[in-house]
């Protein structure tokens, strides 16, 4: 009788995974990149899986590989035994100092500098080898996490799945508005919001790829109102926000920790702050997919972002 070490002593592991990022990329060129190959190379794997699976697996097309209802059926049952063997492998004990892993984490881009500046030095002290990468944070925090393009999303908005995605609040920010220091109101005593919507608007683009953005609780606010403020200039860099509110009176409506971030002290000034009403505050969380749960690498960082972040950068 042959013994299932036997029948599964010929198959290489990585041919699994070579699969699954050729179902998720649906194109043998990214496929390849994603894996560090060559083109050719991720070629001659398609075609050792077609042997193994005796299917085809995928069609071509114009747009990319579409895969067959024999591919389909595989994706679920190849992503739970690649967790399994992620989670066998995980077990062995876990040292940050060893460990040289990227980890890539999504933030609302005017949270960038006073959330992910504090946690890439706590990173490079506890984790000197490894790395972080910040991406732009999406409308949808969960879709991210689902197709893998990020470990963690930091968010606004809490996810409904909170079985598939576990989630953590790091703290609460509430809107300020602010100026340049040779803005008009800088220099305002008692300045209300019906004076900050006297003048133009800067704004943040959560993605300069689309035109979506994140729900503000300013903006809800003045809808209730009909009104809405006037927005001049849109941008995916802050600093290229700051450089035009330097050379015109416009105004600026971010988090109450924005001045944390290095020198914009010395270029802008809070003229108004939204802190006195509960529905204008703001709640952080930290979320992730449930496949990171038994990653003792994943749950290291999700515990220093914790740390970091809620008790060091929310709690001041």
């Known amino acids: 009788m042959v013994t299932l070490e036997q029948q599964l002593s010929r198959l290489d592991l990585n041919l699994l995974v070579s699969l699954s990022v050729l179902i998720k990329e649906k194109n043998v060129t990214r496929a390849a990149q994603t894996l560090y190959l060559s083109q050719p190379a991720m070629s001659r794997t398609l ?22 209802q024999k591919a389909l059926d595989l994706q679920a049952p190849l992503e739970e ?19 040289d892993q990227t980890f890539v984490v999504s933030l ?11 946690l890439a030095a706590a990173l490079s002290r506890q984790a000197p080898k490894a790395s972080l990468v910040e991406f732009p944070v999406g409308k949808d925090a969960v879709a991210q996490l689902v197709s893998r393009d990020v470990d963690f999303s930091i968010h606004i908005n809490a996810p409904e ?39 133009r608007f800067v704004d943040m683009s959560l993605d300069i790829r689309s035109s979506l953005g994140l729900s503000n609780p300013v903006d809800n606010h003045l809808a209730k109102l009909g009104i809405e403020r006037d927005v001049m200039f849109k941008s995916g860099q802050l600093l290229t926000l700051v450089e035009v509110m ?30 006195d009403k509960p529905e204008f505050g703001v709640d952080i969380y930290l979320i992730e997919h449930k496949r990171t ?3 003792a690498a994943h749950q290291w960082l999700r515990e220093l972002i914790i740390t970091t972040l809620r008790d060091k950068v929310f709690a001041q």
Request: proline letters at 8%; one cysteine or more; aromatic letters at 10%.
């Open 47 to 68: 075609g050792r899986l077609r042997d193994l699976f005796d299917d085809p697996l995928f069609y071509r097309e114009s747009n990319g590989l579409v895969p067959t």
């Open 161 to 199: 799945n909170t079985e598939e995605f576990p989630f953590e609040k790091l703290g609460s920010i509430y809107p300020v508005f602010y100026v340049a220091k040779g803005h008009p109101l800088a220099f305002k005593v008692d300045v209300t919001l019906e004076d900050c919507l006297n003048y």
């Open 293 to 295: 749960a038994s990653s």
């Open 246 to 275: 330097d050379n015109s009176d416009t105004v600026m409506v971010s988090s109450d920790k924005l001045l944390d971030m290095a020198n914009l002290k010395e270029r802008l000034v809070p003229v108004f702050a939204m802190d």
């Open 108 to 118: 609302p881009p005017l949270m960038s500098g006073f959330l992910s500046v504090p």
């Open 81 to 99: 035994l690649l967790r399994n063997a992620q989670h066998l492998i995980a077990q062995t004990a876990f040292s940050p100092q060893s460990c």
